[in-house]
């Protein structure tokens, strides 16, 4: 007796799902780097359904991806939440993709080749193509061209681990600077800041290429840190005992 033949029906039933469960998770992660989904809020499956257009399971395997990136906390008792932010949270976080991504930059500095160095003029003229308008959010192909020109710079580098965990890095930071917009302005020059990273990049200066880009990523910290109200230093001893002050009013003492 002939054995059913089930491989192809395996293949074809979860090409679908895995398919599903790729754009579930790439729309979802969007939605949390742009703070559609706001930081701490509960990800209610039945609720996602409808908005994502998907059953519960694909839904459950792009939020535990998403743990695994940072970008979403996993409890057994609770399901999942979008990670919460918070002033020191960013400012580790700063630092390690200071340290992360001037480690991937002098490693292509060295190995760059002529192919490396004509991306990183491409990228760098493609970001200068899109206008960079004053309005928030900033246009979509404006963020895109950003990344690629991260990417272009960090693109020769040998190692890819490093290259992974700063993916990683980089889509925290973005989630910050995104949520800090609507709050922040900022009179820097963006456009400035990239032409000599990437100028000191190309005549291979490492050191001087580490240092903007250490520089560039800690500006955009400052920005982020001074703009959304949730990330606002706390209020000193002396700021506090003034606010408390004014809320006690001495009682008026009875004839």
């Keep these: 007796m002939a054995k ?3 491989s192809a029906r395996t293949t ?4 679908p799902n895995v398919s599903l469960t790729t754009s579930v998770l790439d729309r979802l992660r969007t939605d949390i780097l742009n703070g559609l989904v706001e930081p701490g809020e509960k990800l209610r499956l039945e609720h996602l359904t409808s908005r994502y257009g998907s ?3 694909p839904l459950r395997e792009a939020c535990s991806r998403l743990a695994a990136e940072g970008l979403v906390v996993a409890s057994e008792q609770r399901g999942f939440r979008v990670a919460p932010i918070s002033r020191d949270d960013l400012t580790d976080l700063t630092r390690t993709r200071q340290r992360i991504e001037t480690l991937a930059l002098r490693d292509a500095i060295n190995y760059g080749d002529s192919a ?3 991306d990183v003029r491409s990228a760098l003229d493609r970001l200068a193509a899109v206008t960079r308008a004053p309005s928030r959010p900033l246009p979509v192909a404006w963020e895109n061209a950003h990344r690629a020109l991260h990417l272009a710079l960090l693109g020769a580098c040998r190692s890819p681990w490093l290259l992974r965990i700063h993916g990683q890095l980089y889509d925290q930071t973005e989630r910050y600077r995104r949520l800090s917009e ?4 900022s009179s820097r ?3 400035g800041e990239h032409a000599a990273l990437v100028h000191a990049a190309l005549n291979r200066d490492a050191e001087r290429a580490c240092a ?3 520089e560039h990523i800690a500006k955009t910290a400052e920005v982020v840190l001074k703009g959304h ?3 606002s230093p706390p209020p000193t001893c002396s700021t506090r005992m003034t606010r408390m002050s004014t809320k006690r009013r001495p009682r008026t003492q009875r004839p």
């Design 4 to 6: 059913p033949r089930r």
């Design 12 to 15: 074809s039933s979860t090409e």
């Design 55 to 57: 059953g519960r399971t």
């Design 116 to 118: 490396w160095e004509a």
């Design 182 to 185: 609507a709050y922040a302005g």
């Design 189 to 191: 020059d963006v456009e």
């Design 212 to 214: 903007l880009l250490t």
């Design 229 to 231: 109200p949730k990330l």
